[in-house]
Every structure is written in C-alpha cells, then in structure tokens.
C-alpha cells in the first residue's frame, strides 16, 4: 500500500525547490492581472477627469486592489524563484 503522506511531500518539494515553478506562477499572475489592466486603466482615466470637472462621478473602484495584488505576488513569486535557484540544495536536506 502506498504511504501518500510521501507521495505528497514529495510532490510538494518538488514544487517548491524548483526555480522555474515560481516563474510560471509569477506569469500566470501576470496576465491575470492583464486581463484587469483595462479597467483600472479606466478608473485612473476617471479619477483624472474627475479632478478637472468637480461635477463628475468618479468610477467605483472594484479592480485596482485586485490587480496590484497579483502584481505584487508575483514579484513575491520571483524573489522566491531567485532564492530558492541559490538555496535550492540546501532548502531540500533542510526539508528532510
């Protein structure tokens, strides 16, 4: 019978000790957060109009915090891949 509590350590070491996951996460971050750029581009352009026409509503903000959130992870994803391409070896005998 197979021990799946080292099925899935292994599997996650495998994840989390390789540069390039990190990397592909971080890309995957990044055009999701692509995929939003438009609206916030639009709420910024709302907020610009709206400060030389007092009278004009300002867009509601439901994109923006999202979208720095996926910025800002994956840059956290990339300073991940940068650590663990130096450590790797040392992170795996620590895991052990």
Same mark, same amino acid.
């Given at each position: #019978?197979?021990?799946?509590?080292?099925?899935?350590? !292994?599997?996650?070491?495998?994840?989390?000790?390789?540069?390039?996951?990190?990397?592909?996460?971080?890309?995957?971050?990044?055009?999701?957060?692509?995929?939003?750029?438009?609206?916030?581009?639009?709420?910024?352009?709302?907020?610009?109009?709206?400060?030389d026409n007092k009278e004009r509503d300002i867009m509601?903000?439901?994109?923006?915090?999202?979208?720095? #959130?996926?910025?800002?992870?994956?840059?956290?994803?990339?300073?991940?891949?940068?650590?663990?391409?130096?450590?790797?070896?040392?992170?795996?005998? !620590?895991?052990?």
């Amino acid at each position: #019978m197979e021990n799946w509590d080292s099925v899935h350590k !292994t599997n996650y070491e495998s994840k989390a000790f390789w540069d390039i996951h990190w990397i592909r996460k971080a890309n995957d971050l990044l055009k999701s957060a692509d995929l939003i750029e438009p609206e916030v581009l639009r709420l910024w352009n709302s907020v610009e109009e709206g400060l030389d026409n007092k009278e004009r509503d300002i867009m509601p903000d439901y994109h923006q915090g999202t979208y720095f #959130m996926l910025k800002a992870f994956a840059v956290e994803n990339i300073f991940k891949a940068a650590i663990i391409r130096n450590k790797q070896f040392e992170y795996r005998q !620590t895991s052990r």
